[in-house]
């Protein structure tokens, strides 16, 4: 009781001074009365996670794009020589379908969006547009800048670069709508890699980092992080990073896996223990 006390003594004070500088009302307003402190962002949450189920999966897949739909998972993965775009069986990682980029592009990130899929190249400048059926390329759009991740609201195309950029875009012309910057407690949130859209969420893996953050996309302020450190995934390399969120919107099951890991997991969130957190 005492500091809130306290707290109270100080707004108090504050307020009998306040009163007591009351001014003629031709003088100008204080200049703290037209800019009022900003509102402190509240701590972060930090989640853990739960493993539900464990799938195999391709450790020649350096996965740059993953999604969930209807029932199977679409992959992107990268590397000159080595880009695909992929139909995948979620219980046996057996690849039902496949597209071989050309050996000069570098496949990036990956979404459905109607009937078709986009898929993004790293430094080609390139996204690829193909039919959801058969992977058959119809359109292809320029861009400026790196392609990373990937996802939509339905609505836009959500875009990440490396940077601490998301770029919405209009998935007719491919167009800028708009952008966030993503950050952290004030801080921006560079590196965001793989995307997905999550009730009304956008989860974007941090480049060489075991944690997702949790973005708000209308502010780009991190609402939440989750901790993947400890995922059961042995023989990595140093660029097999844990990179490729998937979302079952039918069945609210999320998927994780990374760059060349044999297994992909099925996890839960387990919410962080606030009862030791400051007042
Ligand atoms: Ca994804």
Same mark, same amino acid.
């Given at each position: 009781?005492? #500091?809130?006390?306290?707290?109270? +003594?100080?707004?108090?004070?504050? +307020?009998?001074?306040?009163?007591?500088?009351?001014?003629?009302?031709?003088?100008?307003?204080?200049?703290? +009365?037209?800019?009022?402190?900003?509102?402190?962002?509240? %701590?972060?949450?930090?989640?853990?996670?739960?493993?539900?189920?464990?799938?195999?999966? !391709?450790?020649?897949?350096?996965?740059?794009?993953?999604?969930? &739909?209807?029932?199977?998972?679409?992959?992107?993965?990268?590397? &000159?020589?080595?880009?695909?775009?992929?139909?995948?069986?979620?219980?046996?990682?057996?690849?039902?379908?496949?597209?071989?980029?050309?050996?000069?592009?570098?496949?990036?990130? +990956?979404?459905?969006?109607?009937?078709?899929?986009?898929?993004?190249? #790293?430094?080609?400048?390139?996204?690829?547009?193909?039919?959801? =059926?058969?992977?058959?390329?119809?359109?292809?759009?320029? &861009? !400026?800048?790196?392609?990373?991740?990937?996802?939509?609201?339905?609505?836009?195309?959500?875009?990440?670069?490396?940077?601490?950029?998301?770029?919405?875009? %209009?998935?007719?012309?491919?167009?800028?709508?708009?952008?966030?910057?993503?950050?952290?407690?004030?801080?921006?949130?560079?590196?965001?890699?793989?995307?997905?859209?999550?009730?009304?969420?956008? #989860?974007?893996?941090?480049?060489? =980092?075991?944690?997702?953050?949790?973005? !708000?996309?209308?502010?780009?302020?991190?609402?939440? #992080?989750?901790?993947?450190?400890?995922?059961?995934?042995?023989?990595?390399?140093?660029?097999?990073?844990?990179?490729?969120?998937?979302?079952?919107?039918?069945?609210?099951?999320?998927?994780?896996?990374?760059?060349?890991?044999?297994?992909?997991?099925?996890?839960?969130?387990?919410?962080?223990?606030?009862?030791? =957190?400051?007042?």
């Amino acid at each position: 009781m005492g #500091w809130v006390a306290g707290l109270t +003594a100080v707004l108090g004070l504050h +307020a009998c001074q306040t009163a007591g500088n009351s001014v003629p009302s031709q003088a100008p307003p204080p200049p703290q +009365a037209t800019t009022p402190p900003p509102a402190p962002e509240p %701590d972060i949450p930090t989640y853990r996670y739960r493993i539900v189920n464990t799938f195999p999966h !391709d450790r020649n897949a350096f996965t740059q794009g993953l999604e969930f &739909y209807n029932g199977y998972l679409y992959e992107s993965t990268g590397q &000159y020589g080595r880009s695909s775009l992929r139909k995948v069986e979620l219980r046996t990682g057996r690849v039902l379908q496949i597209h071989r980029l050309p050996r000069e592009y570098f496949a990036e990130g +990956a979404t459905i969006f109607g009937d078709r899929i986009y898929q993004l190249t #790293w430094q080609n400048g390139i996204c690829f547009v193909y039919t959801l =059926s058969n992977f058959r390329q119809v359109a292809q759009f320029r &861009y !400026d800048g790196e392609g990373w991740g990937l996802t939509n609201d339905g609505k836009h195309l959500i875009m990440s670069d490396g940077s601490e950029t998301i770029t919405f875009r %209009d998935p007719e012309t491919f167009a800028e709508v708009r952008k966030i910057t993503v950050r952290a407690l004030g801080r921006p949130v560079k590196n965001l890699n793989e995307l997905e859209y999550i009730e009304g969420e956008i #989860w974007a893996n941090i480049w060489h =980092s075991d944690m997702i953050a949790r973005i !708000d996309p209308q502010t780009g302020l991190v609402k939440a #992080w989750v901790d993947m450190e400890g995922l059961p995934v042995t023989d990595r390399g140093i660029e097999d990073v844990l990179n490729g969120i998937a979302y079952d919107r039918q069945n609210k099951r999320i998927f994780v896996t990374g760059k060349n890991w044999s297994k992909l997991f099925e996890i839960e969130l387990v919410a962080p223990d606030r009862s030791f =957190s400051k007042p």
